[in-house]
């Protein structure tokens, strides 16, 4: 993550709402990374799915977008 | 020795009907009688067909292309260069669920300043005879400037190594460097503290493994049809594993509106990765834009070789700390990956998948995209996943041997499982790593003694699976049978997986059901064939489709018989009352709502339009034995079984096959495949006879053990299967070849002058 | 050069065409007589995606000239069915699962076919060499030789 850091609490119930906090928080990152990564919630993979709703405890990490052949 | 047809279904399947059974395949009488239409089997009045001057240099300035001999050739009809594409910005734009720079890729379907690797297009004509269009490619005066090439992954890297682009700086390094290189991108994924993790190792092993540039070596080359109207639209009919993305691509390159560009995917004669991009496509548009006829471009093996994407070769160093009782304590490892002549390699999931198999609190993990004079790659398969699990399964196999540990426990001890943290980011949920172990110490082929020169070899692999963008129709046919719509395309059977999940949830026989596969132009966008996708997210979609389809019925049941809805259920493929309560009705069955469809208010169709999310991880285990004749290096694989969790099997036939196919693509990858480029920067071995993929007089059978963990995010269970069968395998033959010998090899292929080498050195 | 009148027997079908004097075979069936189901995968007989059989011997159709058709009588994968019903090497690699992508099919179809007119008990091993010049990348043959002995034992059984 930007500036070294490597975890923070947002307050967001949905995955845009992080994306929008992460936004805010690191104006330089670049667009394309919001189309470019994936999160996993609580051990689930979600890619491109920015209404995926997060609850108060929920574990969300930011991954690399996955592909495949 | 474990019977392949053995499926272990657990205790709730005996109550499923058609999911795990072994069915009819739709599409199989038409590929046995020949009469499946392929990429290359296709027709139009007045078609014209179109080849491909391609560079004979690995790396040259265009100085000039000169095409009016060509075109004053009789029979030719069209001739286009760089000039006919519009150039592109640099950047990666999202294009149906990928990242894609298309200033990249319209250079790589034609050249523009630069070739940058042997066989890269320079101009392509379409005439009325295959005849005429190679004599006219003779008679386009290119003029190059040559330039010095560089092939090997470590020497592009090194300073002073010829440049591919002047403007490509390294992305991801502090400070952002001031000169141009090779290196398009570094990347790093940390975990944990690795210096105390392996401060508390009692053994350390570190070494450096090599692999070459592989292709997926499907048997049917890339061919399209393009068919353009004066009226702006096109028709494009190819075989890809990606209908929708060749739209998009090809309307981005060839500049038309989405709309106006329908593709149809033909029958595929396999992909493994390799037709999820556009090569021929936007070109062959570009010749009948041109001409306003039929063009057909069909690829020859050479150029499958040469011009194509194959997978990339890597350099990778791994380091792996344990304790002396097995349980590892930290894990580095810095791929170098080559991605060919545009950056975009498959370093980062080979970064990712790495050490995913095993819950280590310490990881470091660094990437390399570095960019050569070879062909762009393209997936093979778990991309980048076999090159770095390779590295690592290898060094794992010899720390187990170090400390005198069984491979098979060693693996246990330290296996990933529900709640593992992953380097990559996420916690594992349910995973089937520890079943999988499990049933592999529990073979009998574990148990088979080994004779002399005899070895057994073990490795294990991981890959994530997605799910993704899917559209499902299910039409309900006025005679009570169904037709199944999808947008994927069947490179492997999915279209009997797809009936098996529709069968199941209508409660009806599966051969009423009739699948076909879409163009674009009859269902919203599917993402790939790919990334062992296609029987978990196409499955989920025709799924909700047959339960849209189900609710749909119901509602008609519901008003005929004047009853709420939710007194109505659906059971064995008839409505029926939910319960006494509900009413005294006789059941409805599915084709006695069909025939009156018209009079309760029309055609009746379940739809589910998705994005699947919520795939489930695979993990596998390859073990084999093979032999190895000292005397010419050869190596005989005797035994092999491939032990996987499916999630669920849906239609285990097809799931032995990805099983089976995989094990035998990582012997070829492992034995004898491999790209050679000569000093001249000229690929040498372009035909099958030359790079030699597995013969069936190479193998034994492959025995297989379907593990079925399920996966909780699908209704049935599928995790996906068709990538992890390509991971495991490369290390699990190096181990047996290793043990074979008493010595441990660090390169692929493992072909006989190396083993020779290998054995020489070691006696010395 | 001319084009050179061609008579020949495919699938017990007569045909007339003038020939290309370097068209091959393959490029006759596919492009004269529309009969796509040989398929080409290399063009330089190194995977056997185009075999037929060609007066009783295998042959790869990309490397027999089109005008070596000359009198000759071919059978290709379009004419192994007998009507609706299957040849019983078509019937267990359906059933067997012995295909994926099938473009390798038709070519190891026939190759098989010819085996088993030659050699109707043939060991694993022989099966094996045999299809060694038919390529096959998706299956890992397993299922494609545990058909071919199959269909041999039901076709001795008959």
């Known amino acids: 993550m930007a500036s070294g850091e490597t975890e923070m609490e947002v307050e967001a119930t949905s995955v845009r709402q992080i994306f929008r906090h992460l936004q805010e928080r690191f104006p330089n990152i670049k667009s394309h990374m919001v189309d470019d990564i994936a999160v996993a919630i609580d051990g689930t993979v979600f890619q491109d799915a920015w209404l995926e709703k997060v609850t108060e405890n929920s574990e969300v990490y930011l991954l690399p977008r996955i592909g495949g052949g | 020795m474990d019977n392949s047809m053995d499926v272990g279904y657990s205790a709730d399947d005996k109550e499923l009907k058609f999911v795990g059974k072994r069915t009819n395949r739709p599409d199989g009488v038409d590929k046995v009688t020949g009469r499946a239409r392929f990429g290359a089997d296709a027709r139009l009045p007045g078609m014209l067909y179109g080849k491909i001057l391609r560079s004979p240099h690995a790396h040259a300035r265009i ?24 150039d592109r910005d640099s950047e990666f734009v999202p294009a149906g669920e990928m990242m894609v720079n298309y200033r990249d890729m319209v250079r790589n379907i034609m050249a523009r300043e630069k070739v940058l690797y042997d066989g890269h297009a320079v101009a392509a004509v379409a005439a009325t005879s295959v005849t005429i269009a190679k004599q006219a490619l003779k008679l386009i005066d290119v003029q190059y400037e040559v330039l010095p090439h560089v092939i090997d992954v470590v020497e592009a890297m090194a300073p002073g190594a010829p440049l591919l682009h002047d403007d490509l700086f390294t992305d991801g390094v502090e400070p952002k460097p001031t000169k141009p290189s090779n290196v398009a991108k570094r990347l790093e994924f940390n975990m944990g503290d690795i210096a105390s993790g392996f401060a508390e190792a009692d053994e350390i092993l570190e070494k450096t493994f090599d692999t070459k540039p592989v292709h997926q070596g499907y048997i049917e080359p890339h061919s399209c049809l393009a068919s353009f109207s004066e009226n702006g639209s096109a028709e494009l009919w190819c075989s890809t594993q990606g209908q929708y993305l060749v739209r998009a691509h090809c309307s981005k390159l060839v500049g038309m509106e989405i709309s106006k560009l329908r593709v149809t995917p033909s029958e595929i004669g396999g992909g493994f990765g390799g037709k999820t991009v556009v090569f021929i496509e936007p070109i062959a548009l570009a010749l009948s834009k041109k001409t306003y006829r039929p063009i057909k471009i069909t690829m020859t093996r050479d150029e499958v070789f040469r011009s194509s994407g194959p997978t990339s070769g890597g350099n990778v160093r791994v380091k792996v700390g344990i304790t002396k009782d097995g349980k590892i304590m930290a894990c580095e490892a810095e791929l170098k990956y080559q991605a060919g002549a545009f950056q975009g390699s498959s370093v980062q999931p080979g970064c990712m998948c790495a050490f995913a198999p095993y819950d280590v609190a310490n990881v470091n993990v660094i990437g390399w995209d570095v960019l050569s004079n070879r062909p762009k790659v393209a997936a093979y398969r778990a991309p980048g996943a076999p090159i770095s699990e390779y590295a690592v399964e290898c060094v794992i196999d010899e720390l187990a041997e170090r400390i005198g540990m069984d491979p098979v426990d060693f693996r246990l001890k330290n296996a990933a499982k529900e709640g593992t943290q992953t380097a990559y980011g996420p916690k594992f949920g349910p995973v089937g790593f520890v079943e999988v172990l499990e049933a592999t110490k529990a073979l009998d082929h574990y148990k088979i003694p080994l004779g002399p020169n005899q070895g057994r070899g073990i490795g294990s692999g991981f890959w994530f699976n997605i799910g993704g963008e899917t559209c499902v129709n299910l039409n309900v046919n006025e005679d009570g049978t169904l037709t199944l719509i999808t947008g994927s395309p069947d490179i492997g059977g999915s279209r009997a997986s797809m009936c098996n999940m529709a069968a199941e949830e209508l409660g009806i026989d599966v051969g009423l059901i009739n699948p076909i596969i879409a163009d674009t132009s009859v269902l919203g966008f599917n993402f790939l064939s790919a990334g062992s996708r296609t029987t978990f997210a196409c499955g989920l979609a025709t799924i909700e489709a047959a339960r849209n389809a189900i609710e749909n019925m119901r509602k008609r049941v519901a008003q005929l018989w004047d009853i709420p809805l939710d007194a109505v259920v659906w059971e064995d493929g008839a409505a029926r009352p939910a319960s006494s ?37 695979g993990f596998g285990t390859h073990m084999v034995d093979v032999e190895v004749d000292k005397e010419t290096g050869h190596v005989k694989v005797l035994r092999y079984t491939v032990i996987q969790d499916a999630g669920k099997a849906i239609h285990p036939s097809f799931v032995e096959g990805q099983y089976q196919g995989g094990a035998v ?35 034994p059978m492959i025995d297989t053990k379907i593990v079925e963990v399920p996966n909780p995010n699908h209704p049935y269970g599928v995790r996906g299967v068709g990538e992890t069968p390509i991971i495991p395998g490369l290390a699990a033959m190096s181990n047996a070849i290793s043990n074979a010998l008493g010595l441990r090899m660090s390169e692929l292929p493992m072909s006989p002058p190396k083993v020779l080498k290998a054995i020489k050195e070691a006696s010395v | 050069m001319a084009k050179q009148h061609v008579t020949t027997t495919v699938n017990n079908d007569e045909f007339e065409f003038l020939c290309e004097p370097k068209a091959s075979m393959l490029d006759v069936l596919r492009d004269e007589l529309n009969l796509t189901g040989s398929k080409e995968g290399c063009a330089t007989g190194d995977c056997g995606a185009c075999s037929v059989v060609m007066d009783g011997r295998l042959v790869c159709s990309c490397l027999v000239l089109g005008v070596e058709m000359e009198g000759k009588s071919i059978e290709t994968i379009e004419g192994m069915a007998d009507g609706e019903k299957l040849h019983p090497l078509q019937q267990q690699f359906l059933d067997h699962a012995a295909l994926q992508c099938g473009i390798c099919t038709p070519g190891v179809l026939v190759a098989a076919k010819a085996l088993l007119e030659k050699n109707p008990d043939p060991t694993e091993t022989e099966v094996r060499y045999w299809l060694a010049g038919n390529l096959c990348r998706c299956t890992g043959y397993d299922k494609i030789i545990r058909a071919v002995m199959d269909a041999a034992k039901e076709m001795r059984a008959a």
């Not at chain 2, 693509?665 to 040498?684: F, K």
């Not at chain 2, 790079?691 to 007089?697: C, D, E, Q, V, W």
């Open chain 2, 581 to 617: 309560n509900a009413g005294e009705f006789e059941p409805m069955t599915l084709p006695e709502i069909a025939k009156i469809a018209p009079k309760t208010g029309g055609p009746i169709a379940g739809h589910a339009e998705i994005n699947a999310q919520g795939a489930g991880p």
């Open chain 2, 63 to 86: 100085i000039s292309i000169d095409t009016s001999k060509a075109e004053a050739l009789s029979g030719v009809k069209a001739v286009v260069t760089r000039d006919d594409f519009e």
């Open chain 2, 665 to 699: 693509q990582c012997i070829g990858w492992a034995l004898n495949e491999e790209y050679v480029y000569g000093e001249d920067g000229r690929l040498q071995n372009s035909g099958f006879l030359d790079y030699r993929i597995p013969l069936a007089s190479d193998l």
